[in-house]
Every structure is written in C-alpha cells, then in structure tokens.
C-alpha cells in the first residue's frame, strides 16, 4: 500500500469521479483506476460500486474516507511545518468572495496553529479593488488576469427542502418546481445566479421568498419549511433536517478557486496558500 494509493482513491472519493482526480494529478484515468483497483485488491474489499458510466463509494469506501481525511490532512501540514522556516511577519491579505464559511474556519484553525498569522479579510461580494489582495476565493472567472489560481473546491450542488417536505423521494424536473418559493444567499451571490440561471433556462423566474446571507440562518429557513433552497453537497457532512430533492435534470457544480498574487506567494502567504491547497474540498 502507498501514500499515492490513498491519495488517489480519497481524491476520487470526494468526487466519485476518476477523470476528476486524475485531472488534478495530471496522470492517465486509467492510472487512477488501476491504482485504486490494486487498493481494493490489498485490502481485499471493494470500495467503490461500479456502474456502466459512474461510481460510487460504498459503506467500506466512506470507513476509508472519513480516516484519510484526518490522516492526510495531518501528514501534509507536519510535511508543510517540517520544510517551512520563514519568518516572514506580513499581514495576509485576502478577499473572500466565496465559500465564506468554508474560509472562515481555515482562518480559525490556522490562526489558532499559527498564532503569529495576522489577517486583513474582506467578505464583500461587491469589492472590485482586487490590487489590494494577496488572495481572492472567488468562482471560475477571469477578471483576475494578474492572479495564478488552484482549485480549492469543486461541489455538486443539489436543491433542498426539509426532511419532511412532501417533494421527498420522487423524481422531478426542474420546471415541476416552477411555483415553489425559493430561498437563496443574497443578492449577487454566485449561488444565486447559478439557481436563477438554471430556471431561466428551465422557463421559469424562481420566486424568491427569502434571501440571506448567513449560510446557518439559509439551513435553518430551508428546515422549517419555508422554501426550496440550494445547497452544496460537502463530503463527509449531513443534516438531517433538510432532504436533498432528486431533481433529474439539475446538474450544476460550484468551482471556487484561490487566486493569489505570483510576487506575494513568499513567506506567510505561501504557508497559507499551502494550508487552502491540503484543505481543498
């Protein structure tokens, strides 16, 4: 067993898609599977279930999965620590313009490891003085021209009510939804153009009931009742107030990307670029 198998199949696992990993690790597709079959021969059990044109991680995958997310996390960061000696004391600039929660905990958990990081963050959607960041978290775009850029998550995203919603457990099409209330992060938002984009293509206008832009405070509408609302399908993670609709012909993902400065990744700020890429989703 190596590191590389592991780091393939949890890759893949977050995903259920070999090309997607393989895309990362710039390596054959077939590289990946036959890496994660050679896994699944040592330790003699399966870890995916193979369809014709799909897979899908099983109960003993998911046992895997939830150990290599604290194991390889942990094993890049010692790996990271080890090789880092800088003393470099610059204040971290950054504009955070998604995935603002997801954000916010790398700030704590890395601040709190580091406590001589210091941060200067905006969460502002509507900030277009890109020139005073270091990073920006933004989706796929390219008004950043100056900025290289990772991957820092790749979501499928999955339209959700609450667990007791009659909508539950029956297949329907996105214009059956047409005068259901929906519920979205606020105006601007990249989720909410995704969602309005998707029903305009659908034929309809969505109404939007509510908008807020607190992500709990979205969970907690979409719980009671309120609405229909769009959620991204994080790994690992569950709540069981709200039910994901099966909704065949909605099939849209969130890219969000860390773009940074080439001449400000030193120090400090390439420590952290680090941090984002072992913490990546």
Request: aromatic share 10%; glycine share 4%; charged share 25%.
């Amino acid at each position: 067993m190596e590191i590389l198998q592991l780091r393939y199949f949890y890759e893949s696992s977050k995903n259920e898609n070999f090309a997607r990993t393989a895309e990362k690790f710039m390596v054959p597709t077939s590289s990946v599977s036959a890496s994660v079959k050679r896994l699944e021969q040592e330790l003699g059990c399966s870890l995916f279930d193979r369809f014709s044109n799909r897979i899908m991680l099983n109960k003993n995958g998911k046992r895997l999965q939830q150990s290599l997310c604290v194991i390889l996390n942990e094993l890049d960061q010692v790996v990271e620590d080890l090789s880092t000696g800088s003393d470099d004391n610059r204040e971290i600039k950054m504009l955070v313009r998604s995935m603002r929660s997801k954000i916010t905990d790398c700030i704590i958990v890395y601040s709190t490891k580091y406590p001589h990081a210091a941060f200067k963050t905006a969460f502002d959607f509507r900030e277009t003085n890109f020139e005073n960041y270091d990073i920006i978290i933004d989706e796929k775009t390219d008004r950043y021209p100056e900025y290289e850029s990772f991957e820092f998550c790749n979501l499928r995203l999955r339209l959700t009510v609450a667990a007791n919603s009659p909508l539950c457990g029956r297949k329907l099409t996105l214009k059956q939804l047409c005068n259901q209330p929906f519920i979205t992060i606020g105006e601007q938002s990249n989720m909410q153009n995704i969602l309005l984009r998707a029903c305009r293509q659908a034929g309809f206008t969505p109404n939007i009931a509510v908008q807020s832009n607190d992500i709990k405070c979205l969970d907690k509408l979409i719980a009671s009742g309120i609405g229909i609302g769009l959620s991204r399908e994080f790994p690992l993670e569950k709540n069981s107030d709200i039910a994901f609709l099966d909704v065949t012909d909605f099939n849209e993902r969130y890219t969000v990307y860390s773009y940074y400065k080439k001449k400000a990744a030193y120090g400090n700020v390439q420590h952290f670029l680090n941090f984002l890429k072992n913490n990546a989703i």
